[in-house]
């Protein structure tokens, strides 16, 4: 059957949802004001000149701009820039669009995104109509290059986060957490024991760099209890998801270290406590100090406001674990 061209439209659209594409702002400066949409349509022409095309919506504003012969600026977006492609791609009202985002404006010019993977300036040299689309071929003016940004993605209708992904999943399969095959995508359980995986790499690999033994990741979650003011080994076995006797055992090594030393709890003279010994201090204070710079890093990567809101969520009173209600009984 021929295809309609509703549904060679549908298929074309379909088929684009399989590619991986590059997302960027194109801004745009023009009689006072500045525009910006998100663009996910372009591409290199030539390197001599060095030359690039966009495919542009006639009916968008930046479109009017490109007829003037207005410069235009395609700022490649990196990971943490997401949120500013949504605002850009039509979310806000144009004139809000720049609130978020380390924007530089230069009277007269494109503004251009600091922390962006890269920024390209273009001087349209030919605009070709086709359809609903203006196809505009510009000469490149200027490119400013950050070579420590990882770049945002797009695929099948959705923001992908290639490198924050391959570490994510680099991690998980360590856990082995990825046999679950994508089953395990969506609950936030899982992305937040995921973080805390992610966490507990940097501080081990950067132990591991000052000199310390390996601590494996149960004792680190032991040390975390502790300083936490959980210190009664029973306690410690519940949160930890360890019998008391694989508690015990971890426990003796972290003695036998000089880590830790059991106490009677001076609460209950039948029961025992483990707390820090002195010789620890060292290795717990180069642990806060790690922790300090993995937080300071993890705020370059994401952003500040968006590990503020990270923080704040989390240190937010979620009121006790919620009960449930089932809606039958295990058979
Ligand atoms: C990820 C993404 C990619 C987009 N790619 C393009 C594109 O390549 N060309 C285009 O004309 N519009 C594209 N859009 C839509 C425009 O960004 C959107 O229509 C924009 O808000 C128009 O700006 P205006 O409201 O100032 O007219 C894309 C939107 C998103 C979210």
Redesign the pocket.
């Known amino acids: 059957m021929e295809p309609t061209p509703q549904t060679s439209a549908n298929d074309l659209r379909s088929a684009l949802r399989a590619l991986v594409r590059p997302?960027a702002v194109v801004t745009a400066a023009h009689a006072g004001r500045h525009?910006?949409?998100?663009?996910?349509?372009?591409c290199e022409v030539s390197m001599d000149p060095p030359s690039m095309l966009?495919?542009?919506?006639r009916?968008?504003?930046?479109h009017a701009v490109v007829a003037e012969g207005g410069e235009l600026c395609l700022n490649l977006l990196a990971e943490d820039h997401c949120e500013i492609?949504?605002r850009?791609?039509?979310g806000v009202e144009?004139e809000e669009r720049f609130d978020l985002g380390d924007w530089v404006f230069d009277p007269g010019r494109p503004p251009r995104l600091a922390d962006a993977c890269a920024s390209i300036l273009l001087r349209p040299v030919r605009v070709v109509d086709h359809a609903t689309?203006a196809v505009v071929i510009g000469e490149v003016t200027g490119v400013t290059r950050r070579g420590d940004r990882s770049p945002l993605g797009?695929h099948d209708g959705a923001y992908l986060f290639p490198l924050a992904g391959a570490a994510f999943n680099l991690v998980a399969q360590s856990a082995r957490l990825g046999e679950a095959g994508g089953m395990t995508d969506g609950f936030l359980m899982l992305d937040v024991m995921r973080a805390f995986y992610w966490f507990d790499e940097g501080l081990q690999s950067a132990l591991r760099a000052r000199g310390w033994d390996e601590v494996s990741r149960s004792q680190s979650m032991a040390f975390a209890n502790i300083a936490l003011g959980v210190r009664r080994p029973i306690d410690l076995a519940r949160n930890l998801g360890i019998t008391r006797q694989g508690v015990s055992k971890m426990l003796q090594e972290m003695v036998d270290r000089e880590w830790v030393v059991i106490e009677p709890d001076p609460t209950d003279k039948r029961a025992s406590i483990v707390v820090f010994s002195e010789k620890s201090q060292q290795l717990r204070a180069d642990a806060l100090e790690i922790l300090d710079r993995i937080d300071e890093e993890l705020g370059k990567r994401i952003g500040r406001k968006a590990l503020e809101s990270l923080r704040a969520t989390l240190a937010r009173d979620w009121g006790p674990p919620p009960e449930i209600a089932g809606n039958g009984s295990p058979q």
């Open positions: 997302v525009y910006a949409m998100a663009a996910t349509a372009f966009l495919c542009i919506n009916a968008n504003a930046t492609s949504r850009c791609g039509g144009p689309h797009f």
